[in-house]
């Protein structure tokens, strides 16, 4: 373990613990809520990444790996995959359009990994309860939120994938209660399993679904190993060749450990309220602010510059081009501060060819530039101040100082509601909408979850 950590106790210890600890009747409230309200949330947008780009060829390359007709893939009625299989789909399509939750200061999205590998784990065995899958949601959050937190320079390993396949592993160990031994051996083998770099971020390319995806499949073949007997390693955490110090460049573990003790860590995951990279949501926010209250239009700008921490410019400050990937555009601050502009919003619809190589979006996109200030948080998204120059030559400033989506901006739930209906309609599945909302609310009760889920008509 680094200089930076004091902990003498093995941290897979202590968070394994930690997972088998939790008691859904133990929970504070907000903890509580906010479980469900992101298993809503991350169904809906799961719904929604049936019709993301290459969503289709990625089922049909899982169809090919074997038959079988354990697990749901999530807006696909009727369609049954063996479980690891139905895992993978899930997890790419929950992240397929970049609408998933996420935990800013870890740089993660917490539930794409977690969600999918929870769901296939349900699906394949004895039924659980509604309360025992959403404690099991947050301890998956709270495990991989926690090594996120830890590590406080900027990413060169995608962390939902390498931080989420631990999280998944001690979810499910929570979801089926199984013993510790047995459990430290799976997150053990997660260390053998674990994979993904922010290559395909700096490229744009879809491979970061792709890394999710690999993450809640892997997560099953970890705790299948356990389950058969195999022994993990004992130190996939603090070891010498483990996880911190091969996929971080530091680590202050001691610390992050500690806030174990001090809530949940679901309660400080973000909505996104636009299908992008979060690194894009402020220049939304200040793009609308501008048109809404300084009346800002296509027709006035002369240029826009969007000075934000380093972290912003190095996301979503590549250049818009003609013929890019949706996964490009989707981390894309030209493209998406000039969508805005012209359209008012940013929706599921934006990633479309016509929309991708709309000359009107890109004759706007080139007076767009993201500027990096002197932040030295690596791990920040705001505070940010958007700066507007006009063709008559005035100059329009909109301060952004925290996040639409965001603990202390948050979705109301009328917000929420609409994303969701809007996730599922975007699938074909708007009429299922009603029965999705009246199952979530009284999940916690349900003495089958995947039972209750079924009944919605997202999942088969």
């Given amino acids: 373990m680094s200089a930076g950590t004091t902990t003498t106790a093995n941290p897979a210890h202590v968070l394994i613990d930690h997972a088998l600890s939790l008691e859904w009747s133990s929970l504070a409230a907000d903890a509580q809520e906010r479980a469900a309200t992101f298993l809503h949330d991350s169904l809906a947008v799961g719904v929604a990444g049936r019709n993301a780009a290459h969503a289709d060829a990625v089922l049909a390359m899982a169809q090919g790996w074997g038959q079988g007709d354990t697990a749901s893939v999530l807006g696909r009625p009727g369609v049954r995959l063996p479980a690891a299989s139905a895992a993978f789909v899930n997890g790419f399509q929950i992240h397929g359009q970049e609408y998933d939750c996420v935990h800013e200061p870890a740089v993660l999205h917490p539930m794409a990994t ?12 004895e039924p659980v309860s509604g309360e025992d ?16 937190i830890a590590a406080p320079d900027a990413l060169t390993f995608f962390r939902p ?12 160990a929570r979801l089926r209660r199984m013993p510790r031994e047995v459990a430290l051996d799976a997150f053990g083998h997660a260390l053998a399993l ?14 970061l679904p792709v890394q999710v995806a690999n993450a809640a499949r892997n997560a099953l073949v970890a705790i299948d190993l356990a389950r058969g007997g195999m022994p993990g390693v004992a130190h996939p955490i603090d070891g010498p060749f483990g996880y911190f110090a091969l996929m971080e460049k530091r680590e202050e573990l001691s610390a992050a450990l500690a806030k174990l003790g001090q809530g949940h860590r679901v309660t400080e995951v973000s909505w996104k309220p636009f299908p992008s990279g979060r690194a894009g949501h402020g220049g939304i926010v200040a793009m609308q602010d501008l048109m809404a209250r300084q009346g800002l239009t296509a027709e006035k700008l002369e240029s826009f510059e969007y000075h934000a921490p380093p972290l912003i410019h190095r996301l979503v400050g590549r250049p818009a081009k003609v013929g890019m990937e949706p996964g490009y555009a989707r981390l894309c601050m030209q493209y998406l501060a000039a969508v805005t502009l012209l359209r008012g919003k940013v ?32 791990a920040a998204f705001a505070p940010a101040r958007a700066i507007a120059r006009t063709v008559e030559g005035d100059t329009l400033v909109q301060d952004v100082s925290v996040q639409f989506g965001s603990p202390q901006w948050p979705l109301s ?3 929420h509601l609409e994303k969701a209906q809007g996730c599922l309609a975007f699938a074909g599945l708007g009429d299922r909408h009603t029965a999705l909302v009246e199952a979530i609310a009284s999940f916690a009760q349900a003495p089958d979850a995947i039972a209750a889920l079924r009944t919605t008509g997202v999942m088969g």
């Fill in 133 to 148: 899958f959403l404690a099991a949601i947050v301890a998956a959050v709270d495990v991989s939120v926690t090594l996120g």
């Fill in 413 to 415: 739930r009328e917000q």
């Fill in 114 to 125: 977690a969600l999918a590998a929870l769901l296939a784990e349900a699906e394949r065995g």
């Fill in 194 to 207: 674990v994979s993904g770099t922010m290559q395909a971020h700096v490229e744009g390319k879809p491979a």
């Fill in 161 to 172: 994938a390498t931080a989420g396949i631990f999280g998944c592993v001690a979810g499910i």
């Fill in 347 to 378: 929706s599921l619809g934006d990633f479309q060819r016509a929309s991708l190589d709309d000359p009107a979006v890109h004759a706007l996109a080139g007076r767009i530039t993201v500027i990096a200030n002197d932040n030295p948080d690596l």
